[in-house]
């Protein structure tokens, strides 16, 4: 069987690009991910309380400065936006990043399908 697993339950096995989404409401931030070619979210949406911490985290999974001042710009404009991050392995996988659904589906099928 020729399964590759992205992450583990607690790390970043591999090094992937994602875009990760942030919107703020309420004063609570929140963030998830999607896969590169951006239609197929691989994280829960998950609450950040502040945005140092909305910072920290990014800063965390692997975003450069570029990508801080990225941030920094669209909270400043709109309170939300998006950043291409590629994700740092070895890391906790604080986002919660799983293998895309798609994959998932694909997976099944061909495990329903060995003899």
Excluded: C, F
């Amino acid at each position: 069987m020729q399964a590759i697993h992205l992450v583990a339950v607690n790390a970043i096995l591999i090094r992937m690009r994602v875009l990760v989404n942030y919107i703020l409401r309420k004063e609570v931030w929140y963030v998830h991910a999607i896969t590169e070619e951006a239609l197929t979210p691989i994280s829960p949406i998950l609450p950040v309380h502040n945005q140092a911490t909305l910072i920290r985290l990014m800063r965390y999974i692997g975003a450069g400065d570029a990508e801080i001042d990225e941030v920094n710009r669209n909270i400043g404009r709109w309170s939300r936006g998006s950043v291409w991050i590629e994700l740092a392995p070895g890391r906790k996988n604080l986002l919660r990043i799983r293998r895309p659904w798609s994959e998932q589906a694909r997976l099944a099928d061909t495990k329903s399908a060995a003899p």
